[in-house]
């Protein structure tokens, strides 16, 4: 039964007031690889330190491969149910990408290539500050995984951020390359039970005007 | 000259797509607290590890402080210019948080006293291990700021993400606690000049479908 997903509103803050941790999905529901490029094309609009496209996103669709990440992700149900599981890394060597970000700017004449010379060295300074690499694709990656959340929530599917699931062995068990460091694990689907509400803090608790 | 910012479509998909970094802003144009207020309560929906909620929004408003960030920032003017300037701090002692976020639960008889005690020592015991606080700190903070700045454009306003400033002098300049980890600093206000659009990586690029 490949039913189409609840419909809901594409309203921004509907988006978000209506996403949920989902837990629980419909195991029958498949999502064509279309719609997740579709997905994470979105997702890849995100900004970036230097525009270097800190993510790459491997998108585990295969039933084998989800029993595989079953006892990686400790056993939660949700990895095999969900239509993919969309492992969010971030790119430890994104200066790697400079030439490529940039060089299409310099041939169609926007940038100088002097300029992008500047950049690329100012770039690669950057990275040989220790904190610089992880602390970068953590944080850009994090953007993108956001952006994918609540896309998925504007098509009308749901999804659950995971954290919990042993870093180490998922790189072991999927051979991700060294220059990835997985970031989080998404799952994607239709819903079979709606995700329970959160609370949060008061917004005044989480502002500081001014000064501290 | 207070005028209203430039009508958008609140459609999600809208949204992201007209998102730009924006870097010249309406100098003349303010925005309320309680504008603030809504831009961050909608931030602080993001989903978060243990819903922990690892972000605080230092939030820059006063002429005086917005130049005193100036040189902080090699001199952008935009920091000036935008109608505030929200520092997106991480959290780096979230476990902390871990009392209030669970009591409630129990309080309302959603929680056992004892699963919340399994996992206010599961988080504690997370924050042991070194790498846990700077990167919790940085992931979900930055789940907020990326929800902060499409919120900001739903309501018409722009915004641009930094990692351009001196985190350190930031720091000591504004004294922020050492439990705060400056993350991002995102300028919101109403654009004077349109954000230049930026290529992105072909979507294929950025997908590995099953295996490595």
Known sequence: MNTTPTNTSTDFFEVVKSRRAVKQYDASYQMSE?????????AGRAPSSWNLQHWKFFVITDQDAKQRLLPIAYGQQQ???????????GDLEANRNAEAVFGPAVAAGLMSAEVKQNLVAQI???YTIPTVPRDEAIRNASLAAMTLMLAARAKGLDTCP????????FVEEFRVPSRYLPVMLITVGKAAQPGRPSNRFPVEETIVWNRF
Chains 1, 2 share one sequence.
Not at 162 to 169: E, L
Request: charge should be negative; avoid cysteine; aromatic fraction near 4%.
């Open 79 to 89: 990895v095999v149910d969900a239509s993919a599981v969309i492992a969010v890394l």
């Open 162 to 169: 995971m954290g919990g699931f042993d870093a180490q062995k």
């Open 34 to 42: 279309a719609e997740l490029k579709e997905l994470l094309e979105i």
């Open 124 to 126: 690669n300074g950057a």
